[in-house]
Nanobody, 124 residues
Framework: VQLQASGGGLVQAGGSLRLSCAASGRTFSRYDMGWFRQVPGKEREFVAGISWSGYSTYYADSVKGRFTISRDNAKNTVYLQMNSLKPEDTAVYYC??????????????????WGQGTQVTVSS
């Protein structure tokens, strides 16, 4: 499966952005999906994950209550709604996918497919 992330940009602190990740292929609905982010000099970190059905979601503590992950299997797309953005949310955001497993993965190694990344910059 190929993943294409979009929706990044520059926003002021307190603002919102919605990232999208469009997937190719007919088996998207069988994939658990996740969002990760990375800043220069640091390791990529887990942000949010969602099961193939959308029933299960999981968030990093740093974004819990502010970010919402969702998916539309009919459109082969997963979303990350980001509200109340903070300057520390500035990063390149990546979407990732893997064939469904028991539980939503939170490690990079849990995912097999990656999008190209989209830059999110939050100004103070």
């Amino acid at each position: 499966v190929q993943l294409q992330a979009s929706g990044g940009g520059l926003v002021q602190a307190g603002g919102s952005l919605r990232l999208s990740c469009a997937a190719s292929g007919r088996t998207f609905s069988r994939y658990d999906m996740g969002w990760f982010r990375q800043v220069p000099g640091k390791e990529r970190e887990f942000v949010a994950g969602i099961s193939w059905s959308g029933y299960s979601t999981y968030y990093a503590d740093s974004v819990k209550g502010r970010f919402t992950i969702s998916r539309d299997n009919a459109k082969n797309t997963v979303y990350l709604q980001m509200n109340s953005l903070k300057p520390e949310d500035t990063a390149v955001y990546y979407c990732a996918g893997t064939r469904t497993k028991l539980g939503v993965g939170i490690l990079e190694s849990d995912y097999d497919y990656w999008g190209q990344g989209t830059q999110v910059t939050v100004s103070s």
